[in-house]
């Protein structure tokens, strides 16, 4: 999915034995800016920054801080189960929690 506009936040994952951990930075972000779907096998995120409106009479000397948007769609792995994750937002860094699905255990099948 392309994110025409919008800026492509940076990105750890790391995964472990039982999960994945996927951390974005989303500076000036907060829980009610962020959107976080999964869908077809792909963790989706859109997310808008707030800026602070200038007053009417300001002259801006420099502006550098980015008021656009970020959007970043990655895709899963299959053993990841997407229904028991979880994320947190603390100070403008995003940090998913994915766990692995239960390995289903060997079994005999019986021949009629």
Do not use: Y
Not at 62 to 83: H, I, K, Q, V, Y
Not at 87 to 102: E, N, S, Y
Request: hydrophobic letters at 40%; glycine letters at 8%.
């Amino acid at each position: 999915m392309a994110h025409h506009g919008r800026r492509t936040p940076a990105v750890d994952i790391h995964g472990g034995k039982d999960a994945w951990t996927v951390v974005v930075d989303l500076p000036g972000c907060a829980r009610e800016d962020v959107d976080l779907s999964v869908a077809n096998g792909k963790l989706v995120l859109e997310a808008r920054p707030h800026r602070p409106d200038l007053p009417a009479a300001a002259v801006v000397q420099r502006r550098e801080s980015a008021g656009a948007p970020f959007g970043r769609t990655l895709s899963l792995d299959p053993e990841l189960d997407t229904d028991r994750a979880t994320a947190k937002l603390d100070r403008g860094v995003l940090t998913v929690w994915i766990p692995k699905r239960a390995k289903e255990a060997e079994r005999k099948v019986t021949i009629d």
